[in-house]
């Protein structure tokens, strides 16, 4: 009498089968999802700590150095906010109140997009107001005159139409502002992938 209770063998297989089917469809929907979305400031790996070679576009963005110094990068406060500046700082997530440094631009006429506040759309603007002085801002992305940059082949960054660029001085704490452009090594910047990559090369 107990035989006739026992699951056939073949139906607790298939039931096992399509268990782990079932994990394996769930665990790639949520690595789907999890690659497709942006990703938490938290994961996005300090530039110099990653091998180089590839670029990832997991929402960590891009990262904005003075030439020769991947140890620092223009970063903004974690809290970001409309009038915030942007300074240099260590290339970490979360430091010091920090964002770590990550946008979306490129190469040419661009905006430049922070892609660590708690939304996308702020981006770096050149001053609007005698009050800015010479420094840039943190303002919400709206395709202005001043919020066009071009990323020139020498790895300046120009305001576009103008003889404007950005330029910071080389030490932690330094404000990004915006100056005569005149080819110093204050207005070139190494942008580098996700994974420390540079994102573009100088020509030549």
């Known amino acids: 009498m107990a035989s006739q209770f026992q699951e056939p063998r073949h139906t607790i297989q298939q039931q096992d089968h399509i268990m782990q089917l079932s994990t394996l469809a769930l665990l790639f929907a949520t ?4 690659t497709a979305a942006p990703a938490p400031r938290d994961y996005c790996p300090r530039s110099q700590d990653v091998k180089t070679g590839a670029y990832i576009d997991t929402g960590c963005g891009t990262t904005l150095h003075p030439h020769g110094k991947w140890d620092l990068c223009v970063r903004t406060k974690w809290d970001i906010a409309a009038g915030n500046d942007f300074f240099l700082g260590e ?15 490129n190469r040419g006429r661009t905006q430049i997009q922070s892609k660590e506040s ?20 943190v303002h ?7 919020q066009t940059w071009i990323v020139t082949d020498n790895m300046s960054i120009n305001l576009a139409d103008t003889n404007k ?8 704490g330094a404000r990004l502002r915006v100056a005569e452009c005149n080819g110093s090594d204050d207005q ?13 090369t100088p020509s030549g």
């Open 118 to 137: 708690s939304s996308d759309a702020f981006c770096i603007t050149a001053p609007i107001s005698e009050s800015d002085g010479d420094w840039a801002k």
């Open 188 to 200: 070139i910047f190494d942008i580098l992938g996700g994974e420390g990559v540079p994102a573009f």
């Open 140 to 146: 919400s992305c709206r395709g202005l005159p001043s």
């Open 165 to 172: 660029c950005l330029e910071v001085s080389h030490f932690p």
């Open 91 to 105: 290339c970490v997530a979360g430091y010091s109140g920090g964002s770590g440094g990550r946008y979306r631009l």
């Open 31 to 34: 690595v789907g999802f999890a």
